[in-house]
């Protein structure tokens, strides 16, 4: 298992960074297929036995991704994710009959195109931000190190539960070896990326986002609890989903670029 986890990650992680570091074009059409595999994954758990309904929501949970690419800014977002209220709107009213619980559908069907459309949408606000391509290889190191850092010291060290109702498997001291991990390469890339930014807020900004990422985490753990899936996918060997690996990444990234766009005028962040 192990090995077979670092045989599929480290081809994808430096394709990513590459396409990241030098191909702005690319890189958005792979954020599209990657928010589109993820949304498919939600909702073939959410409605495992509704097909149409499945394409459906893939299609209104990428309509602010597209959307935002076409014409970048919040504004952009913002209307993007009310086209797919109103799309889910209709379409759970002419098919109405068909649930035995209308609202509790919808509710489940809106939680995957405003969750992870909103969250995958704001790659490309800092991406759009000066040194926007070092943020977000700042980010996906930060979280995808908490990971690492979490699984390992998890199956070395860990004890103590952290939330067994939840996931059997994550440990309280997994979650802060997975913290220390997200502080350390934080303040690391600090010194290469971002030099003229104090350390201490650095590292600070990577803890915070390192202890969201968790919280994304068991938030997916929630949704496919209450679906009755181990995994979300098995497109990735050794790692299951596509949703399984960037759950923690979606929660984090608003966050990440709500700092930075919020505290610009203060240079913190520069």
């Known amino acids: 298992m192990h090995r077979q986890r670092v045989i599929t990650a480290i081809p994808l992680a430096l394709a990513a960074l590459a396409i990241i570091w030098w ?85 489940t069907f809106l939680v995957g195109d405003i969750y992870i459309g909103m969250c995958a949408t704001h790659f490309i606000f800092i991406r759009s931000l000066d040194a926007g391509r070092e943020w977000i290889i700042f980010l996906l190191c930060v979280i995808f190190t908490g990971d690492i850092g979490a699984f390992y010291t998890g199956n070395a060290i860990g004890r103590h539960k952290l939330y067994p109702a939840l996931s059997k498997g994550k440990t309280v001291e997994g979650a802060i070896g997975g913290l220390l991990g997200s502080i350390v390469m934080g303040t690391g890339l600090g010194y290469i990326f971002f030099k003229e930014i104090n350390p201490l807020l650095i590292g600070s900004l990577a803890a915070v986002l390192g202890a969201i990422g968790q919280i994304g985490d068991l938030a997916e753990s929630l949704m496919k609890r209450s679906s009755g899936f181990k995994d979300s996918g098995s497109i990735l060997p050794g790692h299951g989903g596509i949703f399984d690996r960037i759950d923690a990444l979606l929660l984090a990234t608003p966050l990440m670029y709500w700092i930075l766009y919020l505290t610009k005028n203060y240079a913190y962040f520069k």
């Open 23 to 107: 191909g702005k074009a690319v890189s958005y059409a792979l954020l599209v297929a990657v928010t589109g595999l993820c949304l498919k994954e939600y909702f073939a758990m959410a409605f495992p036995s509704a097909r149409r309904i499945q394409s459906l929501g893939i299609g209104l949970g990428l309509l602010p991704l597209v959307l935002t690419i076409i014409s970048t800014g919040p504004a952009t977002l913002v209307a993007g994710l009310y086209l797919a209220v109103i799309g889910s709107i209709c379409i759970f009213i002419l098919s109405f009959k068909t649930w035995p619980n209308p609202l509790l559908s919808w509710a």
